[in-house]
C-alpha cells in the first residue's frame, strides 16, 4: 500500500506539472458560451467554441449525445442535482471525450444502454471528471480505454450495470488537496474520491471515508466515499461556487 500511495503521489505531482506548463501556454482569447441562451443545445455549443473555451449549461434536461473533440471546459451552472444530460440514442455514450485536457463537472449523466457504452467516455489525456452523478447506464458510468493522467474524482457511480470500464490506464481518482467537512458535528479534513453504489469496505473512524481502497484494476481509488460527494461539500460552499461560475441573464 506505501508503495501504491508513493507512486500515485508521484504521478499527481507529474500531471499536475504538465496541466500548469500546458494552461501557461494557452489563449487568453477564451470565451464563455452559454446553453441555451447562446446555443439552444450542449452539442452546437461544443461544435462552435473554440480549443480553450468554457461551455456553461442552465439547469434543464437535455437529452442529447455528445461529442466533445476539442480542448472545452463544460460545466453546468447550478450542480448536478438541477442539470441532466439523457442519451438521446440510448445505443452511444452520454459524453464522448475524445481531445486532452477537458473538464466535465456538475452533470447527471444517464441513459446510454448498449453494450460497452457509458455514461462518460473518455480517450484522452490529461482531463478533469468531477462533482458528476452517472447512474442508470446499462453498461458502465464511466469507460476509459488508454487514457492516462486523468483526474476523476467527487462522482457519484450509482445504479449502473458496473461504475466504471477501464483497461490500459493509469489515473488519479481523488482530489490532490484535502477537504475540510463535517459529519455527525464532527470535522474532518481528508483527500476525498468518488462514491461508488458497490463499495463494500467499511468505516472504522466514522469519518465516512472507507478504510480501504476501491480496486479499479492497476488503480485505486483510495478514499471512496461512503455517501455521495454532496454530502462533503457544505451547501454554501457549492452555492458560493456556482455563483462563481454562473453569469447573469441578460
Not at 59 to 87: F, H, M, W
Not at 92 to 120: C, P
Not at 192 to 200: E, R, V
Amino acid at each position: 500500500m506505501k508503495s501504491k500511495r508513493i507512486k500515485q503521489k508521484a504521478l499527481i505531482f507529474a500531471v499536475i506539472f504538465a496541466m500548469m506548463a500546458f494552461v501557461s501556454g494557452e489563449s487568453t482569447s477564451a470565451t464563455t458560451v452559454l446553453v441555451p441562451d447562446d446555443y439552444a443545445t450542449i452539442q452546437e455549443a461544443v461544435d462552435a467554441a473554440n480549443a480553450g473555451d468554457m461551455i456553461i449549461v442552465r439547469d434543464g434536461t437535455y437529452r442529447e449525445n455528445i461529442d466533445v473533440k476539442k480542448r472545452l471546459t463544460l460545466k453546468s451552472e447550478k450542480g448536478s442535482e438541477n442539470c441532466n444530460v439523457q442519451a438521446a440514442a440510448p445505443d452511444d455514450h452520454v459524453f464522448n471525450v475524445s481531445a486532452d485536457h477537458i473538464e466535465i463537472s456538475g452533470f447527471s449523466v444517464e441513459g446510454a444502454n448498449d453494450y460497452k457504452k457509458a455514461g462518460i467516455d473518455l480517450h484522452a489525456d490529461y482531463c478533469n471528471i468531477s462533482n458528476n452523478t452517472c447512474s442508470s447506464n446499462n453498461e458502465y458510468g464511466i469507460y476509459l480505454e488508454w487514457s492516462d493522467n486523468n483526474f476523476i474524482y467527487l462522482n457519484n457511480l450509482i445504479n449502473n450495470c458496473k461504475g466504471v470500464y477501464y483497461t490500459g490506464s493509469e489515473n488519479i481518482w481523488n482530489t490532490t488537496e484535502k477537504i475540510t467537512y463535517t459529519y455527525n458535528g464532527s470535522t474532518y479534513s481528508n483527500s476525498l474520491g468518488n462514491y461508488w453504489a458497490d463499495y463494500t469496505g467499511n468505516d472504522a473512524n466514522d469519518d465516512e471515508i472507507g478504510e480501504t481502497p476501491y480496486r479499479i484494476k492497476s488503480d485505486e481509488d483510495n478514499y471512496p466515499l461512503m455517501l455521495p460527494w454532496q454530502n462533503y461539500i457544505p451547501e454554501e460552499t457549492r452555492a458560493a461556487e456556482n455563483k462563481k461560475k454562473a453569469l447573469p441573464k441578460e
